[in-house]
């Protein structure tokens, strides 16, 4: 067996990292043993570093200017930084892990990386993609994915590594229910072929329990539970939750039902049709109200257009066919196409919380982040200051004002761009995916916020494959099934 598939051994001793541009660690005091072929779901609340440690086994956190580490990281005895080619990382974010325009050529770039034959490469290539369910052609550009598609994209390119450490940092966090089965079932059959090791975080763990065979929870001293997951889960159940695990059997309390019925149409969808890249129809025939003091959920399979649609609604793509059209009292002298409006004219009218991120992080601490669109309204400090403090606390983003937000993480980034969206007050708020990354306890505290504004007369359009979410806020569904 080649190195690169035999599987790997790991080891921190007392392992450690901080930021350069953070005063607290990111995650300190890990110490711990997995064996070659082991199954491991790492948990623990947002911001406890399950993602640092990820990224420090598969070597990528960056050399000492830009952060400070402690204590020992190792595969197979040697350092993780030392050990490239034998993890194969799959990142919160997929479009981080884009790198070339072609589909196949993506997934085969880090085969080619590890010098394996042409013939080879173009056999894994399309076995990986078969294997989580991308039916794409391999010359497909890659910008014209999905998110979710992007996802399976990211996992194909690792699976073709055939690494001897396998790390997943939410994998299916943008994925429709049947696709978190298929890339589940896509990681079983290659575990069942390859026995390699395996790390996964996921907030939601119940897909992956039929997977795992140990349960590791990282809190703020260290790991704070560790073991078969039958024991941590039966034992320490009621303490995980309290911390913010995802805890079978122990869900996040949901907020009251609307009390009035929802208002006028603040957005009207006629006969639209939408599209991703320039002329990639995704989705048409759309005819649908947005209303005051109510949620839409738009709802359906990865690449069926929601996130465009999404986008559409909230003016910043312009409709492939069709009209979208802002009532009177929403364009407030603005004019009727939402697509027409300047940027300044958007921030209090639609507020938009794109899929990734990243897409929309623009300052260098948390806090100027908040300030961007207040300062373009002209607000004055004073009121910045109270809009920004509120919503720090209620976010639980207080403590990481001065940090720069991309070193938050993933659950951490997603609260923050719904923060900075809600401090300008838009009569509509569209939010992609609105509860990605979030633990039990930050989730149910972010559903509370989006219930208060519909509750005050806010119009929601969220685009989720979270049932949850929409059950908790009481959503009108609507399903998109891709374009006629």
């Not at 921030?347 to 100027?368: K, M, N, S, Y």
């Not at 669109?373 to 200051?385: H, W």
């Not at 992609?432 to 039990?440: N, V």
Request: aromatic share 2%; hydrophobic share 45%.
């Amino acid at each position: 067996m080649t190195a690169q598939g035999r599987p790997a051994t790991v080891e921190a001793h007392g392992w450690g990292w901080r930021h350069s541009s953070r005063i607290a660690w990111a995650v300190r005091d890990i110490t711990v043993r997995i064996e070659p072929g082991e199954r491991v779901l790492l948990l623990g609340a947002s911001g406890a570093g399950k993602s640092t440690l990820l990224h420090g086994l598969a070597g990528v956190l960056g050399g000492d200017e830009e952060g400070d580490a402690e204590g020992r990281l190792l595969i197979d005895g040697q350092p993780a930084a030392a050990s490239r080619g034998r993890a194969g990382l799959v990142l919160q974010d997929p479009d981080s892990q884009v790198i070339l325009a072609r589909v196949g050529d993506d997934v085969a770039f880090g085969c080619e990386n590890l010098g394996i034959p042409r013939d080879e490469i173009w056999r894994r290539v399309d076995a990986a993609l078969d294997a989580v369910g991308l039916d794409v052609p391999l010359d497909r550009p890659t910008k014209a994915l999905s998110g979710g598609q992007k996802q399976r994209l990211a996992l194909a390119g690792a699976l073709a590594m055939r690494p001897g450490l396998l790390l997943l940092d939410e994998p299916t966090a943008n994925l429709d229910p049947e696709g978190v089965v298929e890339v589940r079932d896509a990681v079983q059959r290659m575990l069942e072929v390859q026995r390699t090791t395996l790390i996964v975080v996921e907030h939601r763990l119940d897909v992956w329990l039929p997977l795992i065979d140990r349960v590791i929870v990282l809190g703020d001293g260290g790991i704070i539970a560790d073991g078969p997951p039958s024991d941590v889960l039966a034992a320490q159940g009621k303490r995980l939750a309290e911390a913010g695990v995802w805890v079978p059997g122990m869900p996040p309390r949901h907020p009251a039902a609307p009390m009035s019925a929802p208002g006028e149409a603040l957005l009207t969808a006629h006969d639209l049709a939408v599209a991703r890249v320039r002329s990639t129809l995704v989705a048409d025939g759309i005819d649908v109200d947005v209303r005051a003091g109510s949620v839409l959920a738009i709802t359906g399979p990865n690449g069926a257009g929601k996130s465009t649609l999404g986008l559409t609604l909230a003016g910043l793509l312009p409709p492939a066919a069709g009209t979208v059209t802002a009532s009177a009292s929403l364009a407030a002298g603005a004019g009727p196409k939402p697509i027409r409006w300047a940027s300044r004219e958007l921030l209090t009218r639609i507020g938009t919380v794109f899929q990734e991120p990243e897409h929309q992080l623009l300052a260098t601490t948390v806090q100027d982040e908040l300030a961007i669109g207040p300062r373009t309204l002209g607000l004055s400090e004073a009121e910045i200051s109270t809009r920004s403090d509120e919503l720090l606390q209620r976010l639980r983003l207080d403590r990481l004002a001065k940090a720069n937000p991309y070193t938050l993480s993933g659950g951490e980034k997603r609260r923050l761009t719904v923060a900075a969206a809600l401090i300008t007050r838009p009569r509509v708020l569209v939010l992609d995916e609105p509860t990605f990354g979030q633990d039990a306890r930050t989730w149910q505290e972010l559903v509370a916020i989006l219930a208060g504004l519909r509750d005050d007369g806010t119009a929601l359009i969220t685009v989720t494959h979270d049932r949850d979410v929409i059950d908790a806020l009481h959503a009108e569904r609507f399903e998109l099934r891709g374009a006629a």
